[in-house]
Each structure stands twice: as C-alpha cells, then as structure tokens.
C-alpha cells in the first residue's frame, strides 16, 4: 500500500512498459516507506539484454547516487527493482541485516553473488564512494552492473579503497535465481523475478507478472507443484548453467575475488572467452594436422607393405 511520508525512504523507477509491475509491486508492501519513485515514459531498455541493458545499468546507478544526496548523514534507505513483490512484512529483516553495515543487497545464489535488485543503503562517506566507482565503472566499461558491484565487492576493492562495510540479506529476501538451490525458505519475506525460464523482450513483463503470481501461491500454501517445477528446470536450464558459470564460476572474467577462499573456482577471474575460443581452434586444428600426418604415415606404411613395392622386394 502507498503510504508517503512514513517509515524509510524506498527509491525505485519505472517506465510505461513496466507499469504493471509497479502497481504489483507498491500493493504487495505489508511496512510503511516513504515512496520515492521515478517514472519514466521509455527507458530505452535494450531488446533482450539482460536488466534492459546499459540505460538500465546508467539511471538504476545514478538513482542510487541521488538517494544519496537525498538522505540524510546516517540515514538508511531502500532501493528496490521493480520486479520484485513483498510476501510479508520485511522490516524487522532490513534492520536486523543492516546493522553494522553500509549496505545490504540481495544474494544472487544461496553460495555466492550480490543482486543489486533489493539492497539497503546507508549514506555514509563509503556508500557515496562506492557508488561513485560503480556508476563511473559502468560509464567506462558499458558493463553489466550486476557483475560491476560484484567485482569491486569480492574483489575486496570497495574494503580496502573506500571503507565500505557489507554482507548479504538471508534468504528470505529471496531472487527467483535462488531456485537454483531449491524453493522460497519457510518465512519468505520478499520475491525477485530476477530469472526466468524462458527468454522474453525486456520491455515485456508478462513472464515477470506469471512468475510472481506462482511465488506467492506457493507461499500462501496455495498450488506447490507449479513452483517445485520451476525450482527443477532452474537447475538443469542451460542459461542458468552458463550465467552461473560465467559470472560466479571457472568461465568469470574480472580481477581477482580475493575474498573467497583459496580454490574456489570463482576466484581467479581473468577468463576471456575470445582467447577460450582461440585456444580451443588452435587445439582443434593441432588435432587435425595429427590425424592427417598419421593417416599419411599409415597410407605409406601400407602402401610400402604391398606385394611389389620397393620395400618389399628389396625384403625378399
């Protein structure tokens, strides 16, 4: 419910596609927040890219930059996507998270990874730094903000050059790429639609709005088999399977993630795929000239085995 001027700050946008989300997303809230929302007529999101692509990345960045500004020194507050829907009153868990810390944010997977999708923010001299790098980072670099944030995290950088303090929400904030390790906990506070199955135009919500609806029936102890089906193609989905890998496993370019344990397979970073590829023809075409040299070589051999050839008459 929409109730201005009460409780913590929640900053979030939208444009006229995502409409439908929005109102979704603004009648499912069980707390009181002081709403803060930007309405924008075309996002210009990109067709197909993931988060609707750098327009998206840039303004969620920038956004995140103005609560900032907004808020005062030490003031918590919130910052969701619009795809996401409250399943109960989720006050009491920011709060409790967001102790001690500069900012919270979503976990990605039950094991590793940060969502930028819902996080607590504190505006503190680290949080405005912070936020800074990864607006200045995405500027640069026209990366995905998801794995800009998680570079500078993990990589130990937003520690040890600007401060920062973080953690992650448990998992009953919890993104539909979770289902990747099994349903929504028991007490389920929050869903993102962070992931689904199929592959569908940025600007269409539909597969979001038919996502949120399973999630929430399934909380309510309505239908249970439509969700545990889900949670079992999420685990064998190709695309799942490579972005998993590709951002939190062997496959994941970047800087070293010094935070994680020695062996991790998400650690060493430094994978490109363009050099993956090279290697593997140059393997392929190496395997091929051997092949041809000993097909080549057994040609000769027969053909120096056969009765009236050289070898064999001078054998005889």
Not at 91 to 103: H, N, Q
Request: hydrophobic share 40%; net charge negative; with cysteine.
């Amino acid at each position: 419910r929409e109730q201005p001027g009460v409780g913590m700050k929640w900053f979030f946008f939208y444009d006229s596609n995502f409409r439908p989300l929005r109102d979704n997303l603004v009648s499912s809230a069980h707390d009181e927040f002081e709403l803060k929302e930007d309405f924008i007529e075309d996002l210009g999101v990109m067709k197909f890219r993931a988060g609707g692509g750098v327009p998206t990345y840039l303004y969620k960045a920038q956004k995140i930059k103005d609560a900032l500004e907004e808020c005062e020194e030490g003031e918590r507050f919130l910052f969701t996507d619009v795809d996401v829907q409250f399943l109960g009153p989720c006050m009491d868990t920011i709060e409790k998270s967001a102790d001690g810390f500069d900012v919270v944010l979503q976990r990605e997977f039950e094991d590793i990874g940060v969502n930028i999708g819902f996080v607590a923010v504190r505006n503190t001299a680290a949080s405005r730094a912070f936020w800074q790098h990864v607006h200045a980072e995405i500027v640069r670099t026209q990366a995905l903000d998801q794995r800009v944030v998680n570079n500078t995290l993990y990589s130990g950088l937003a520690e040890k050059e600007f401060g920062l303090t973080w953690t992650r929400f448990p998992a009953e904030i919890w993104a539909s790429s979770m289902a990747f390790f099994g349903p929504p906990p028991a007490g389920a506070v929050v869903h993102h639609a962070n992931f689904t199955l199929e592959r569908a135009p940025s600007a269409d919500p539909s597969l979001k709005l038919e996502q949120m609806a399973m999630v929430s029936a399934y909380v309510r102890g309505g239908d249970q088999q439509a969700l545990l089906n889900f949670v079992e193609a999420t685990k064998t989905n190709q695309s799942m399977l490579d972005y998993r890998d590709r951002h939190f496993g062997p496959r994941r370019p970047g800087p070293e993630w010094c935070t994680l344990p020695e062996g991790h397979p998400a650690r060493p970073g430094g994978f490109s795929e363009k050099r993956a590829k090279a290697k593997a023809a140059a393997e392929a075409a190496a395997a091929d000239a051997a092949a041809t040299k000993a097909a080549e070589a057994a040609a000769a051999i027969a053909a120096d085995a056969m009765p009236g050839s050289t070898a064999v008459a001078a054998a005889e």
